[in-house]
């Protein structure tokens, strides 16, 4: 399940660093924020949400940021293990718009061991 | 409980063919949303159905089109196909299917296709 061009953006970090993998929306109207990781020759795998009425949401190992004043989003991950290699998406949902989800290009993330 | 499966998981068709391509959801989603994701364009939205019916569609030709069963399984075919559909489709599905969005939705291992 490769999903990405050959411009993909990519991050390379040391395992065991923090990862921060950044995203820019473009509809004022999404209010639903969601990251997934896709891992090559799966679909993608939901990491975390975020609303648009918060500005931080935490999971284990990951936070979302969300800046809706200059409609940026970001996604740090603590402590980054070989495991999260993988392209990271980030994907909007406005109200009223069912599931209907808009897709960034991703970035890929490889850690080095 | 089982995730979204999808068959089958590889096709090769030729131009001008059709395919059919089988999303089952989570046990108990009703919401069921169909994306293309190719290197080029990325993943963009196809469709989505809850409730037998289309709820939403994105920016595909007609060639492209899908239906939902009453057990939540759902359906994509697409006709005359051209070598631009050469694509990895994902299916994902979501319980409650709300109209105002903002479910978590859960995607398949992907049907690849390839159009020679």
């Known amino acids: 399940g490769e999903s990405v061009g050959l411009h993909l953006p990519t991050l390379s970090v040391q395992e065991g660093d923090n990862s921060i993998i950044n995203c820019a929306y473009s509809?004022?109207?999404?209010?639903?924020f969601i990251w997934y990781k896709q891992e090559s020759g799966k679909g993608p795998q939901f990491i975390i949400d975020?609303?648009?009425?918060?500005d931080k949401r935490q999971g284990q190992r990951v936070t979302v940021l969300l800046n809706k004043t200059v409609k940026h989003l970001s996604l740090q991950i603590a402590a980054t293990q070989p495991g999260d290699s993988a392209v990271y998406f980030c994907a909007e949902n406005r109200y009223n718009a069912g599931n209907m989800l808009t897709f960034g290009g991703g970035t890929r993330l490889m850690v080095k061991p | 409980k089982a995730g979204v499966t999808q068959t089958p998981r590889y096709l090769i068709k030729t131009r001008g063919q059709q395919v059919t391509l089988s999303c089952s959801p989570i046990?108990?989603?009703?919401?069921v949303s169909w994306y293309q994701q190719t290197p080029g364009q990325g993943l963009q939205f196809l469709f989505e159905y809850f409730s037998e019916t289309q709820r939403n569609k994105g920016n595909f030709p007609g060639r492209f089109s899908g239906r939902q069963f009453s057990n939540s399984r759902s359906e994509m075919n697409v006709s005359t196909l051209e070598l631009g559909d050469s694509a990895l489709y994902l299916c994902?599905?979501?319980?409650?299917?709300?109209?105002?969005?903002?479910?978590?939705?859960?995607f398949g291992p992907g049907t690849r296709l390839l159009v020679l």
């Open positions: 509809n004022s109207a999404s209010d639903y």
């Open positions: 046990s108990g989603h009703r919401s």
């Open positions: 994902a599905s979501s319980y409650a299917g709300l109209a105002g969005g903002r479910e978590t939705q859960y």
């Open positions: 975020i609303r648009s009425n918060m």
